[in-house]
Nanobody, 124 residues
Framework: QVQLVESGGGLVQAGGSLRLSCAAS????????MGWYRQAPGKQRDLVAT???????EYADSVKGRFTISIDNAKNTVYLQMNSLKPEDTAVYYC??????????????????WGQGTQVTVSA
């Protein structure tokens, strides 16, 4: 089906930057959208940003002007450039893809797929 592998998390001081990457692989027929969500301890998983393969992006109000999402359709990879990081951005960041896969000559979906998550920690 479809697998998502994230990279780029880590520890950074407030005001710093990080870039997350997420590569989709598998028997992908098409990807509709990709995005990033985050979940802080004891809180629900929230939308950070999404982008269509046509390049239309949406952002949570809390990250507008600081985060930029982009997509490389040829590589089935989505990126999240995070600037001016704040301690409240600390969370596990999850990659998401809305995709259709193929198998035995048929296509299935779209389904939601999730990465394993990558920790982002911003120190004050």
């Amino acid at each position: 089906q479809v697998q998502l592998v994230e990279s780029g998390g880590g520890l950074v001081q407030a005001g710093g930057s990080l870039r997350l990457s997420c590569a989709a692989s598998g028997t992908i027929f098409t990807i509709n959208t990709m995005g990033w969500y985050r979940q802080a301890p004891g809180k629900q998983r929230d939308l950070v940003a999404t982008i269509t393969t046509g390049g239309t992006a949406e952002y949570a109000d809390s990250v507008k002007g600081r985060f930029t999402i982009s997509i490389d359709n040829a590589k089935n990879t989505v990126y999240l450039q995070m600037n001016s990081l704040k301690p409240e951005d600390t969370a596990v960041y999850y990659c998401n893809a809305d995709a259709i896969y193929y198998s035995d000559g048929y296509s299935y979906g779209p389904y939601d797929y999730w990465g394993q998550g990558t920790q982002v920690t911003v120190s004050a």
